[in-house]
């Protein structure tokens, strides 16, 4: 059990739709970032989020957005959905530690979402 | 740039025998970190064991065991007496010391690994 839970399980949408993904952190975890997984793949890093403000994206277009909140619950938001977008998202949370020493990341269970 | 890479894309063995994951990764910090998680087929990715760079000792946690070189960029990891609960897709993961992505993850393709009965 790491703390960390995501919503909803499955999700399927139809292209040019819009979907918003929600994760709920540890308490105390103040950094959040969310991965795409396509099938096959490894997680590919979509942005971070620390005290409420992203502060590093990875290589996704702005139709890929976000928001944390000061709950420690998460949201991304992804507009205009593509056939491509279909994959596992994984929401993580970590402490952020004096002096920005990265602690560990604690993934939840993922989203699926199916884009059709 | 940074990069990992897990040459092994799926590894099959029969139970209790020994088995190796192999990671290669690529960067131009001093400093980094590096991770192995275990992904079971119900999709959350655990974590495993981090390493940081500075620290080239190698770890044994039960059945696990990793070996890290720094000459030669790699990051191993063994099982020992694998068992069937072992199935699962393996990633090895590195992250950098600096800059806005601070602890940003960059994850191999993984290594999916059965155990037979």
């Known amino acids: 059990e790491t703390g960390v839970t995501q919503s909803p399980t499955h999700l399927i949408k139809t292209r040019g739709q819009q979907v918003t993904l929600r994760c709920s952190s540890q308490?105390?975890?103040?950094?959040v970032s969310w991965y795409q997984q396509a099938l096959g793949q490894g997680p590919q890093f979509i942005f971070q989020?620390?005290?409420?403000?992203?502060?590093g994206r990875g290589n996704f277009p702005p139709r890929f957005s976000g928001l944390q909140f000061p709950n420690y619950s998460s949201e991304l938001n992804v507009n205009a959905l593509e056939l491509d977008d279909s994959a596992l998202y994984l929401c993580?949370?970590?402490?952020?530690?004096?002096?920005?020493?990265?602690?560990?990341?604690?993934f939840g269970p993922g989203t699926r979402l199916t884009v059709l | 740039a940074q990069k990992v890479t897990q040459a092994q894309t799926e590894i099959s063995v029969v139970e209790k025998e020994d088995v190796t994951l192999d990671c290669v990764y690529e960067?131009?910090?001093?400093?980094?970190?590096l991770f192995w998680y275990k992904q079971p087929p119900s999709g959350e990715l655990v974590f495993l064991i981090r390493?940081?760079?500075?620290?080239?000792q190698n770890e044994i946690s039960g059945r696990y065991s990793w070996n890290f070189q720094k000459s030669t960029s790699s990051f191993n990891f063994t099982i020992t007496a694998s068992q069937v609960v072992d199935s699962a897709v393996y990633f090895c993961?590195?992250?950098?010391?600096?800059?806005?992505?601070?602890?940003?993850?960059?994850f191999g393709r993984g290594t999916q690994l059965t155990v037979w009965p």
């Open positions: 993961a590195l992250s950098e010391d600096r800059g806005s992505t601070l602890g940003r993850l960059y």
């Open positions: 308490s105390g975890h103040n950094t």
């Open positions: 960067t131009r910090d001093t400093t980094y970190y």
């Open positions: 390493r940081n760079s500075f620290d080239e």
């Open positions: 993580a949370s970590r402490p952020k530690l004096a002096g920005g020493f990265p602690d560990t990341q604690y």
């Open positions: 989020y620390y005290r409420e403000e992203e502060n």
